[in-house]
């Protein structure tokens, strides 16, 4: 079982050291310089048919926040600060810089400037890393140590950056990955506490956040999740009575400010974790879907932070640069505020050739200057692909922006869409084929954009950096690029604004309540209220008041939705904030089901769901169908029942000896199975009884 999906945290040691004066000995040693204009692939011509891209305006995914982009930096990297680092960093966007570096701020002692048991590099104290965060017009993160500190320790650094020195150190995590203490048998994160259980990281979360804010009351605190999917989600440790994400979430939803995940999706190249950011959408879903669960009507205050990511293998290659876009993207677009690469330099690990040229696997955005075998890497700060890749975002969209739904007919294809303040509207398209120029045709919806040319950007193969191209160049994407287009509105924006951010009042297995503030400026006639599927916009209703009943909804569903104001001309104001909900199992019915997780593990698990007849009369037969929310979980294996599964669709039927249900509640059939799951394993939401739709308890 792979018990870890995150790269180990380095370290300088004798060899990485070594390494790094290497480069300069590589003549003489006859050692190959990585060049990043190495050879290049030869494109296939575009003989495909052309790529579908649908855009919609009317559907949005939310607002580009001001913390969205961001970077680790690390206190073992001597070059952290360097003013380079600035420049670049400020040049790509970044918004925000976290500190003082993954696991090692669970040794890190700020006062002191020491992390016992790892390595310090000279000139990364705090007050450095705020001279860069500020030169780069930056924001911090900060690791507050949990795993060898104290309430007190971490209580006092807010008091010396926010009321000593003003910084306005705004986000503060308690602890990085503290799961990795040795609770669940892995251990490389440091953790002093005799109890390492998730029930005592929450509660001295809630001892850090007390201290913390009685010093400065307008900070957030956030607190570390696992990221559902990824090990150990869904295992519950020694003594506990759930796993740690729900612990924990139990103990801090009424405290916590944020959330903390991180990704690292790994595979055998840069080419299938690209493919495996897919499995995003789904994990950050059932992290909401968890807040919810506890947090109650708090949970819309609950941000989610990714501050780690990465793909974890080829680092420094081309398709890593273009995970990089795609999962920023991907991340924000499901309801993450803040996401965090890592790292700024991180150092060489392996040698690979891919697509041309060599990659040294090092996680940093910016070169180390490092040498590992006979490869030696660029100088000092020469940005790696994954660079471009994030600094390719600054054509897409910025903070304070609007991204919206876009769809394309190609598995080869990501897409991506902002709606910018200026009215602009912007289309990022990543073709992740090797090997395939792609044609591609864009269709706008709830947008109008003038007949004057796109503006174009491209960064792929002979490109040196993110570059203005014509806008002929964006009917074929070159294989392993990203092309961004961005058009400008035939009309300007009706002098409606956006309705405020919409919320359920009411809901049951049929209908919703939902309402919203009223859209500042002008006089909007009445409120559309579109369900997002896919790129298409479904209108459900509309009002002329700022609420309205949804009904005829399947019991057990999940919708997605925003909120438009019209005005008297037609036009449509921008998108409200987008709002998922779900409905309810039926509180009355004639049967009941139990859907009950026995033991789980990061790739698959084992539940049992017990079937109740409520009905006057009996059952003798029966069949039970139902679906399952994530497209990653497929069913094994399963006993005391006739089991099926067709894609996500599961259908059960009695094995003949618990065929019989006594009505009334008399007696039970019982069945269990076993199943995998590829990334989130939320439990199914409606379960139908011989045609009848039960109550479901979970």
Not at 11 to 36: K, M
Not at 492 to 513: F, N
């Given at each position: ?15 990485g ?5 290497a480069?300069a000995?590589a003549a003489?040693?006859g050692?190959?310089a990585l ?5 290049e692939p030869t494109?296939e011509?575009?003989?495909e048919?052309?790529v579908?891209v649908?855009?919609?305006a009317t559907l949005?995914?939310?607002?580009i926040d001001?913390?969205?982009f961001g970077?680790?930096t690390?206190?073992?990297?001597g ?6 680092v600035?420049t670049?960093?400020?040049d ?9 570096g993954g696991?090692?701020g ?7 400037h ?8 000279p000139?990364?104290d705090?007050?450095a890393?705020m001279?860069?965060?500020r030169a780069?017009g ?13 309430p007190e ?6 008091r010396y950056?926010?009321i000593?020195?003003g910084y306005?150190?705004?986000?503060w ?6 799961y990795?203490?040795?609770?669940y048998g892995?251990?490389?994160e440091a953790d ?12 001295n ?13 307008t900070?957030?605190?956030?607190a570390?999740l696992t ?9 519950v ?10 612990t924990v979430?139990?103990m ?6 944020f959330?903390?995940v991180?990704?690292?999706?790994g ?12 499995r995003l959408?789904?994990q ?5 879907r968890q807040?919810?669960r506890y947090?109650?009507?708090r949970?819309a205050?609950?941000?989610?932070a990714?501050?780690?990511?990465n793909?974890?293998v080829?680092?420094?290659s081309?398709p890593?640069g273009?995970?990089a ?7 924000l677009e ?10 700024t330099?991180?150092g060489?690990?392996q040698?690979?050739?891919?697509d041309?040229e060599?990659d040294?696997?090092d996680a940093?955005?910016?070169s180390s200057?490092?040498?590992i075998e006979?490869v030696?890497?660029?100088?000092l700060h020469?940005?790696f692909h ?7 975002l600054?054509?897409?969209?910025q903070?304070?922006d609007?991204?919206v739904a876009?769809?394309?007919?190609s598995e080869?294809v ?6 910018q ?5 912007s289309v990022m ?13 864009l269709?706008y919806?709830?947008?109008?954009p003038t007949a ?7 960064y792929?193969?002979g490109d040196?950096d993110v ?8 009917r074929?994407l070159?294989p392993?690029?990203?092309t961004?287009?961005t058009?400008?509105?035939?009309h ?7 309705p ?13 309540t ?8 002008g006089e909007?006639?009445?409120y ?5 599927l ?6 459900l209703g509309s009002s002329?008041t700022?609420?309205?009943t949804?009904a ?7 919708h ?9 001309d037609?036009?449509l104001?921008r998108?409200?904030e987008?709002?998922?909900f779900?409905?309810?199992s039926p509180?009355?019915?004639?049967c ?5 997780v026995?033991t789980s ?10 079937l109740t007849?409520l009905a ?5 037969g029966w069949s039970?169908d139902?679906s399952?929310?994530?497209a990653?979980?497929t ?6 029942a006739r ?10 039927t009695?094995d003949?000896g618990?065929a019989?249900?006594a ?6 059939a ?5 199943a995998?799951?590829?990334g989130?394993?939320p439990?199914p939401?409606?379960f139908?009884?011989?045609?009848t739709v039960?109550h479901t308890?979970?």
């Amino acid at each position: 079982m792979l018990l870890t999906a995150h790269p180990p945290r380095p370290r300088r040691t004798a060899r990485g050291l070594a390494a790094l004066t290497a480069c300069a000995l590589a003549a003489v040693l006859g050692t190959t310089a990585l060049s990043p204009a190495a050879a290049e692939p030869t494109a296939e011509p575009a003989t495909e048919p052309a790529v579908e891209v649908s855009v919609n305006a009317t559907l949005g995914l939310g607002t580009i926040d001001e913390a969205a982009f961001g970077v680790n930096t690390a206190i073992w990297d001597g070059s952290m600060n360097d003013p380079e680092v600035a420049t670049l960093m400020g040049d790509a966007g970044i918004g925000v810089m976290r500190y003082p570096g993954g696991s090692y701020g669970d040794i890190y002692h700020w006062e002191d400037h020491t992390a016992p048991g790892g390595y310090v590099a000279p000139d990364t104290d705090f007050d450095a890393f705020m001279g860069t965060v500020r030169a780069t017009g930056a924001q911090p993160i900060i690791i507050a140590n949990y795993g060898t500190g104290t309430p007190e320790e971490a209580a006092e650094w807010v008091r010396y950056a926010n009321i000593t020195q003003g910084y306005g150190a705004k986000y503060w995590e308690i602890g990085n990955e503290i799961y990795g203490n040795g609770h669940y048998g892995a251990a490389w994160e440091a953790d002093d506490h005799p109890d390492k259980s998730p029930r005592e990281y929450a509660r001295n979360v809630l001892a850090y956040a007390d201290a913390m804010k009685a010093v400065d009351p307008t900070i957030e605190i956030g607190a570390v999740l696992t990221t559902p999917g990824d090990w150990p989600d869904g295992i519950v440790g020694p003594g506990d009575t759930a796993d740690w994400n729900h612990t924990v979430l139990s103990m801090v939803a009424d405290t916590v400010d944020f959330v903390i995940v991180h990704s690292y999706p790994g595979g055998a190249s840069a080419d299938e974790a690209l493919d495996r950011a897919a499995r995003l959408p789904g994990q950050l879903r059932e992290v909401r879907r968890q807040i919810d669960r506890y947090a109650g009507d708090r949970s819309a205050e609950i941000g989610i932070a990714l501050t780690e990511v990465n793909s974890n293998v080829q680092q420094t290659s081309r398709p890593n640069g273009l995970f990089a876009a795609d999962v920023y993207m991907t991340a924000l677009e499901n309801g993450v505020f803040n996401v965090d690469w890592w790292n700024t330099h991180n150092g060489p690990t392996q040698v690979n050739w891919v697509d041309g040229e060599f990659d040294t696997n090092d996680a940093g955005l910016l070169s180390s200057g490092g040498c590992i075998e006979d490869v030696c890497q660029p100088p000092l700060h020469t940005p790696f692909h994954p660079y471009y890749g994030i600094k390719s975002l600054t054509h897409l969209g910025q903070p304070g922006d609007t991204m919206v739904a876009a769809t394309s007919s190609s598995e080869e294809v990501s897409v991506h869409a902002v709606h910018q303040a200026d009215g602009e509207l912007s289309v990022m398209l990543i073709n992740k084929s090797p090997d395939q120029s792609l044609p591609v045709e864009l269709d706008y919806a709830g947008y109008t954009p003038t007949a004057e040319p796109a503006v174009v950007h491209r960064y792929g193969r002979g490109d040196t950096d993110v570059t203005r191209v014509t806008a002929a160049d964006a009917r074929v994407l070159p294989p392993y690029s990203i092309t961004t287009v961005t058009v400008a509105p035939h009309h300007r924006d009706t002098s409606v604004e956006a309705p405020g951010a919409p919320e359920v009042t009411a809901v049951d297995s049929t209908t919703a309540t939902l309402s919203w503030p009223a859209a500042p400026g002008g006089e909007p006639v009445r409120y559309e209220v579109y369900e997002r599927l896919g790129a298409t916009a479904q209108l459900l209703g509309s009002s002329t008041t700022t609420s309205l009943t949804l009904a005829n909804l399947p019991p057990g569903s999940e919708h997605t939705v925003n909120v438009v104001a019209r005005d008297a001309d037609g036009r449509l104001s921008r998108p409200s904030e987008p709002l998922t909900f779900a409905t309810t199992s039926p509180r009355d019915s004639t049967c009941e089901v139990t859907y009950r997780v026995d033991t789980s593990w990061s790739s698959g698990f084992v539940a049992t769901v017990t079937l109740t007849n409520l009905a006057d009369t009996q059952i003798n037969g029966w069949s039970l169908d139902f679906s399952w929310p994530s497209a990653g979980q497929t069913l094994q294996s399963a006993w005391n029942a006739r089991v099926t599964g067709d894609g996500r669709q599961v259908h059960v039927t009695d094995d003949g000896g618990n065929a019989l249900l006594a009505p009334n509640g008399g007696s039970t059939a019982t069945f269990g199975f076993v199943a995998a799951n590829e990334g989130a394993n939320p439990p199914p939401t409606a379960f139908r009884l011989n045609g009848t739709v039960c109550h479901t308890i979970t």
